[in-house]
């Protein structure tokens, strides 16, 4: 199972990148997804998930109203739309898949299936 992340790169604050997470040798259809970020020096933390049919969607306080998750089954595809980027936000983004509940991928630990590499977002003031 391979979970590759891209659209990471070098913005400005307040500036847009989104990100995907193209899944292959499974399908995640029955799958919540989500993406998580670590900055340098800090430990991984969540940032958003979507369960299998996007109908319930998990946002952490700090992108919470910036940052849109989404998903094309069809694609084996998870996406993350991050809008009013803030120096923050920066980090090593990855993208998991969980099992069917976004909320679970939410939690400490979080209940995640397979972990994807990451992709790097730098956000310069």
């Known amino acids: 199972v391979q979970l590759q992340a891209s659209g990471g790169g070098l913005v400005q604050a307040g500036d847009s990148l989104r990100l995907s997470c193209a899944v292959s040798?499974?399908?995640?259809?029955?799958?919540?997804m989500g993406w998580f970020r670590q900055a340098p020096g800090k430990e991984r933390e969540f940032v958003a998930s979507?369960?299998?049919?996007?109908?319930?969607?998990v946002y952490s306080d700090s992108v919470k109203g910036r940052f849109t998750i989404s998903r094309d089954n069809a694609k084996n595809t998870v996406y993350l739309q991050m809008n009013s980027l803030k120096p923050e936000d920066m980090g090593i983004y990855y993208c998991?898949?969980?099992?069917?509940?976004?909320?679970?991928?939410?939690?400490?630990?979080?209940?995640?299936?397979?972990w994807g590499q990451g992709t790097q977002v730098t956000v310069s003031s």
């Open positions: 979507i369960s299998w049919s996007g109908g319930d969607k």
């Open positions: 998991a898949t969980g099992w069917t509940s976004a909320r679970a991928l939410g939690r400490t630990p979080p209940s995640v299936r397979f």
């Open positions: 040798g499974h399908t995640i259809s029955t799958d919540a």
